[in-house]
T-cell receptor, first 112, second 112 residues
Framework: GENVEQHPSTLSVQEGDSAVIKCTYSDSASNYFPWYKQELGKRPQLIIDIRSNVGEKKDQRIAVTLNKTAKHFSLHITETQPEDSAVYFC???????????FGQGTTLQVKP | EAGVAQSPRYKIIEKRQSVAFWCNPISGHATLYWYQQILGQGPKLLIQFQNNGVVDDSQLPKDRFSAERLKGVDSTLKIQPAKLEDSAVYLCASSSQGDTQYFGPGTRLTVL
């Protein structure tokens, strides 16, 4: 079945450094890739997304890249701040099944 | 624009009891989803509605879980009887286009 692998499971960086989270998907019909940020006890919030006809998208300090050939996509956060600390989930949406499959999550800790 | 609303926010019950959760999606969103999120994991889809019809309930444990979306707006998810392993956060999400999903705050269920 469809699967999304996310790495690393935990990531600790110093404030100001960059953080990169990588995901790999299995369903070649996947055409939409959102990233969600979930703070402790709160709802997952959409922070950025990318569609399969685009290779890269940037929004201020966050960017997402997509490599359709290799079936992987990555989240890049630059100039990290303590408020970036949260669990980040990648997901892949299949146009065939209409399902959004989530990765296992990455706990990002930004140390001041 | 109001977000996805859910209630209650927290629920504690004993095993074998029943419980119901309510969700009100973003106005105009035709697609509604119920997810189960176990601590430390990504959300797992339980059921997907398109208007008032079920699109996918393949991951719903139908011997104990049921869900309905009368009139294609609000939805209710019920568990009867609850088991210890049902302890999780139950997230409702809605979508207008079928891919970008917006989540509610979730209901944290503890089964003792």
């Amino acid at each position: 079945g469809e699967n999304v692998e996310q790495h690393p499971s935990t990531l600790s960086v110093q404030e100001g450094d960059s953080a990169v989270i990588k995901c790999t998907y299995s369903d070649s019909a996947s055409n939409y890739f959102p990233w969600y940020k979930q703070e402790l006890g709160k709802r997952p919030q959409l922070i950025i997304d990318i569609r399969s006809n685009v290779g890269e998208k940037k929004d201020q300090r966050i960017a997402v890249t997509l490599n359709k050939t290799a079936k992987h996509f990555s989240l890049h956060i630059t100039e990290t701040q303590p408020e970036d600390s949260a669990v980040y989930f990648c997901a892949a949406f299949s146009g065939n099944t209409g399902k959004l499959i989530f990765g296992q999550g990455t706990t990002l800790q930004v140390k001041p | 624009e109001a977000g996805v609303a859910q209630s209650p926010r927290y629920k504690i019950i004993e095993k074998r009891q029943s419980v119901a959760f309510w969700c009100n999606p973003i106005s105009g969103h035709a697609t509604l989803y119920w997810y189960q999120q176990i601590l430390g994991q990504g959300p797992k889809l339980l059921i997907q509605f398109q208007n008032n019809g079920v699109v996918d309930d393949s991951q719903l444990p139908k011997d104990r879980f049921s869900a309905e979306r009368l009139k294609g707006v609000d939805s209710t998810l019920k568990i009867q009887p609850a088991k210890l392993e049902d302890s999780a956060v139950y997230l409702c999400a809605s979508s207008s286009q079928g891919d970008t999903q917006y989540f509610g705050p979730g209901t944290r269920l503890t089964v003792l």
